[in-house]
């Protein structure tokens, strides 16, 4: 059973920094996409970031994160990391992991100003 797990949500203030994490266990992410979504509060879900391509190791990023967000893989492959640097209270909510079928169940980031 394929199953995806988020973690490293939290609380941070602006301009601050965290690393969610993205377990694959039944699966890796060596062939597959994975894309990071998240859906603010009362809005409703985003791609922002997405790991893939032909060599797996492709990004592409949303606007709203560009140059601020950075994605990357353990040398397993069952595990990518979602590095979010300058935060803003524009990027609380719910951040979930996604690959070609199966979604996590999220994490949730808070950013305070």
């Known amino acids: 059973q394929v199953q995806l797990v988020e973690s490293g949500g939290g609380l941070v203030q602006t301009g601050g920094s965290l690393r969610l994490s993205c377990v694959a266990s039944?699966?890796?992410?060596?062939?597959?996409?994975v894309d990071w979504y998240r859906q603010p509060p009362g809005k409703q879900r985003e791609l922002v970031a997405s790991?893939?391509?032909?060599?797996?190791?492709?990004?592409h990023y949303s606007d709203s994160v560009k140059g601020r967000f950075t994605l990357s893989k353990n040398k397993a492959e069952d595990t990518v990391y979602l590095q979010m640097n300058d935060l803003t209270p524009e990027d609380t909510g719910v951040y979930y992991c996604?690959?070609?079928?199966?979604w996590g169940r999220g994490t949730q980031v808070t950013v305070s100003s």
């Open positions: 996604k690959d070609e079928m199966n």
């Open positions: 039944g699966t890796t992410f060596r062939r597959n996409t």
């Open positions: 790991l893939g391509g032909i060599d797996g190791y492709s990004t």
